[in-house]
């Protein structure tokens, strides 16, 4: 299912106009829905790896993972959903789930494909909107993500002009 085109964002995963590491993140979350992530990695056989600081540890639970004190080490969860294709969550705030992608993993219609899947998966999953910034950019701007409404990824923002 092809929900953008790539004649339509090209430019959007262009890694010198977009940064190569645009933000995507899920708004107004809790840890129910962190932890309908997490159950949505493993259902989907997605491989995984947790790691706090430089240790890699088995997968919590969202709980467990967002109770960390405050001076605790800096936790991550990569997640490949499709080989070649790297997610890397941050798990600062049970607020927020937020991510990076690598477009130059994502180049061409595939690579399009790809994380369009991935951002329906977990949008469909929670019934939430999951959006894209440019790296650093704003969030009340997103460029584009997926749309809980239409069930699909949309284009917020126009590309842009060659």
């Not at 129910?32 to 240790?55: F, M």
């Not at 960390?68 to 080490?73: C, D, F, G, V």
């Amino acid at each position: 299912m092809t929900d953008l085109r790539w004649d339509e964002v090209r430019e959007f995963f262009d890694p010198d106009l977009m940064s190569a590491l645009p933000d995507v993140f899920v708004p107004d979350a809790t840890v129910e829905d962190w932890q309908t992530v997490l159950d949505l990695v493993r259902a989907r056989g997605w491989q995984w790896q947790y790691s706090q600081g430089d240790t890699v540890l088995p997968l919590p639970t969202a709980g467990e993972m967002l109770a960390r004190p405050p001076e605790a080490e800096t936790v991550s969860l990569r997640v490949w959903p499709a080989p070649g294709v790297l997610a890397i969550f941050r798990l600062m705030s049970e607020t927020e789930i937020d991510f990076d992608v690598d477009l130059r993993e994502l180049q061409g219609q595939a690579g399009v494909d790809r994380l369009c899947d991935v951002l329906r998966a977990i949008g469909s999953e929670l019934g939430k909107p999951v959006l894209m910034t440019s790296e650093g950019g704003s969030q009340e701007h997103p460029v584009l993500g997926f749309d809980p409404v239409v069930s699909k990824v949309v284009l917020f923002g126009d590309p842009a002009p060659n």
